[in-house]
């Protein structure tokens, strides 16, 4: 009797250790993000696009990085959305009734949603040698937008899925088309469209090996689809690369950066989906 | 009346449309690479490519074996140390917690999951590698960077967390009460319950969950780039450095058009991976979307 009692303490003991273990690593990760990054943040880190010789530790920011990954991950999401919305809608409300298509395509943007952003980037990459595209701006978006479909796909559909049946029934009983109906669901989920953009977004912004081959890098504010963009990833993973020690220092706060603005982000997204919910029927 | 019902049957096509292209994207991405593979493909085969160790781009030799086995040690050690903690705390919190841990809980899984790659590997870096060169390697090792196979093993692990917790807490939630309730009233112990019934019963969601995470797991790549050390040998400890797939392709994309076949080569290290995942991710949602029916029916 004494070990039965003995063998549940134990693991339950177990359990709290790895509970505690697994969210204490986002504890971990972003307080040594903080830690490192604090010290070398200033004003001029988001003001500033780099000085001549960034690499080498002269003056500037990461501003280029900043509004770049703002254009390559809003772009990519904007798109994402124009195609991801109809999508969504064909696989609920034009195909419903045949439960096995519709499951079919929900599997099929599964796996599309776990195929890596590499070989996401490197078949953009293939696209814009086939178009005879440079690595620019529209180049990462076109790789990004390819990674968050299946995500803004797949998220949109679970909000739809969530509509009543009944509402459905009332517009379509009252002699709506279709897509009349499609457009009460629409309004109806509004919050959970707003999600799937953070939520896409907050990939988008975060993704390096999708952009890696395909928008390239530059020092400058990107002006036009054609030129190279450089992203708040990338410059990281480049500072970081860097021998100079205040460049990494430079490194460690754009890290800081990105961390802060995908947290607001997954924070808000988290408070919208909570929101959500409660008005859920 | 006419327009509205022309609308609709539009709006109906055009959908239709996109919902077929963005679908092929996966046939697309596949033709792709092979069309771009046939070049290298053509020069040795798949045997050759997967099973030869030597890595000379230079003199056209391709093998892929020491990055196959960088990606498998590097997996293997992710997976290692994340299925038992993952399990442990999707059980915790699905099985003991209060409703309030739950509530408290839960938002840090999710936090974690938003964190981006790159992030991850600033803190390999900054945290992981040097507790293994300082703190780890001396007591097994004589001298280790830190750069190793067993860091990437670790910050893939943190990264994999949230999704084995996430689908793993899912599928407990569907096993029924009722099994629970008449193994409780039998005498047995929670944890009994849980090693009995729940965990028997909910086998065939945890392989999904390891196949799934596997596949994430293998086509990581920004992170494990930043901490592997990325030397082109098989590892034969964990204290070895490793060079996985998805780092040679990253790696090299800058001269891989200078050199003859090389970009050929990547892109045939993208198409092996693609094939992995695609096998790896297939069959984890065909399992998924069985345990989802039984649940539905």
Redesign the interface.
């Given at each position: 009797m004494r070990k039965?009692?003995f063998?549940?303490l134990f693991?339950?003991m177990?359990?709290?250790?790895?509970?505690i273990?697994?969210?204490g690593?986002?504890f971990?990760?972003?307080g040594?993000?903080f830690y490192?990054g604090l010290p070398f943040m200033n004003l001029d880190m988001i003001t500033k696009t780099p000085g001549g010789g960034f690499y080498i530790g002269k003056e500037g920011g990461v501003l280029n990085a900043i509004i770049g990954s703002f254009y390559v991950a809003g772009g990519a999401t904007i798109l994402g959305l124009l195609?991801?919305t109809?999508?969504a809608?064909?696989?609920n409300i034009?195909i419903d009734g045949k439960k096995f298509l519709s499951?079919t395509?929900r599997?099929?943007?599964?796996?599309?949603f776990?195929?890596?952003?590499?070989?996401?980037?490197?078949?953009g990459?293939?696209?814009m040698i086939y178009f005879g595209i440079r690595a620019s701006l529209l180049g990462g978006v076109i790789a990004v937008t390819?990674l968050v479909?299946p995500i803004l796909?797949r998220t949109l559909d679970e909000v739809i899925r969530t509509v009543p049946n009944e509402l459905r029934d009332a517009s379509l009983s009252l002699g709506a088309?279709?897509?009349?109906m499609a457009k009460v669901v629409l309004r109806q989920i509004r919050p959970g469209i707003f999600t799937a953009v953070l939520l896409s977004f907050?990939r988008a912004?975060?993704?390096?090996?999708s952009v890696?081959?395909t928008a390239g890098f530059s020092d400058n504010v990107p002006t036009s689809l054609h030129e190279p963009a450089a992203t708040l990833?990338l410059a990281?993973?480049f500072q970081?690369g860097s021998p100079v020690e205040e460049v990494q220092g430079r490194?460690?706060a754009s890290?800081l950066i990105?961390?802060i603005i995908?947290?607001v982000?997954?924070?808000l997204s988290?408070i919208l989906i909570k929101k959500f919910s409660k008005h859920k029927i | 009346m006419q327009l509205r019902l022309l609308k609709d049957k539009i709006l109906a096509k055009l959908m239709l449309v996109l919902t077929l292209a963005s679908v092929s994207v996966i046939l697309v991405i596949g033709i792709g690479l092979y069309y771009k593979s046939v070049p290298i493909l053509h020069r040795l085969s798949w045997g050759e490519l997967i099973t030869s160790s030597v890595w000379k781009p230079l003199k056209g030799l391709f093998g892929f074996y020491p990055f196959i086995m960088g990606t498998l040690w590097v997996t293997g050690i992710a997976i290692i140390i994340a299925l038992p903690l993952s399990l442990l705390t999707a059980l915790y919190i699905t099985e003991y917690a209060s409703v309030n841990i739950k509530r408290l809980l839960a938002p840090f899984v999710n936090l974690l999951s938003g964190i981006p790659p790159v992030i991850f590997g600033v803190w390999g870096v900054l945290f992981i590698i040097p507790l293994i060169q300082n703190h780890i390697a001396p007591h097994f090792v004589e001298f280790s960077t830190g750069y190793s196979v067993l860091a990437g093993g670790i910050v893939l692990a943190v990264m994999i967390f949230p999704l084995i917790v996430s689908i793993i807490s899912e599928v407990l939630r569907t096993i029924p009460q009722e099994l629970k309730d008449a193994s409780l009233s039998l005498g047995a112990t929670q944890w009994e319950t849980i090693k009995k019934v729940v965990l028997r019963k909910a086998l065939p969601g945890i392989v999904a969950a390891t196949v799934l995470a596997v596949s994430r797991a293998f086509g990581e790549t920004i992170a494990v780039l930043m901490v592997c050390g990325n030397n082109a040998a098989v590892p034969h400890s964990v204290f070895d450095p490793g060079y996985p797939l998805p780092a040679l392709i990253a790696n090299n994309y800058g001269e891989m058009l200078s050199i003859p076949l090389y970009d050929s080569a990547l892109m045939f290290a993208a198409l092996l991976l693609f094939i992995i995942i695609l096998l790896f991710n297939i069959i984890s949602r065909v399992i998924l979307t069985r345990l989802e029916r039984k649940l539905a029916s």
């Open positions: 039965r009692k063998e549940e693991f339950r177990l359990m709290i250790l790895a509970t273990i697994v969210t690593s986002f971990l990760i972003v040594t993000i490192k195609i991801s109809p999508v809608i064909f696989i034009y499951n395509l599997m099929v943007f599964d796996v599309l776990g195929i890596p952003s590499i070989v996401y980037g490197a078949f990459f293939l696209i390819l479909i796909v088309t279709r897509w009349e907050g912004i975060g993704d390096v090996a890696l081959f990833p990281i993973f970081l490194g460690y890290a990105l961390t995908v947290l982000i997954t924070v988290e | -």
